[in-house]
């Protein structure tokens, strides 16, 4: 299992938990699970595109990912972050 770290802005989705345990072997199947226990998450992540939305960030451990195809491996962590903007 693959733990993923939940921003607070989408923490309406999973019942208020910051970080829930998901199944998949790519950033984009962990999307997925999530999204098939949480209907609605993975819009708010990924766009009609299939490409993370420009406002989210997604991280594998330290390393910042982009691409949905990055494999992961058992005891890996994704974090979700929404990027912060202001003037």
């Known amino acids: 299992m693959i733990r993923v770290f939940i921003p607070t802005q989408l923490q309406s989705y999973t019942g208020g ?3 829930v345990q998901a ?5 984009e199947s962990v999307l997925l699970d999530l999204d098939r226990r ?9 766009d009609e595109q299939d490409r993370i ?8 451990g330290a390393e910042a ?10 005891g890996d962590e994704v974090l ?4 912060l903007s202001g003037g």
């Open 80 to 83: 979700i972050f929404g990027a």
């Open 38 to 46: 949480f209907p609605g998450i993975r819009f708010r992540i990924v």
């Open 23 to 27: 199944a998949g072997d790519a950033v």
């Open 53 to 60: 939305r420009r406002h989210m960030r997604l991280f594998v």
């Open 17 to 19: 938990a910051s970080h």
């Open 65 to 74: 990912v982009r691409d949905l195809s990055v494999v992961l491996r058992e």
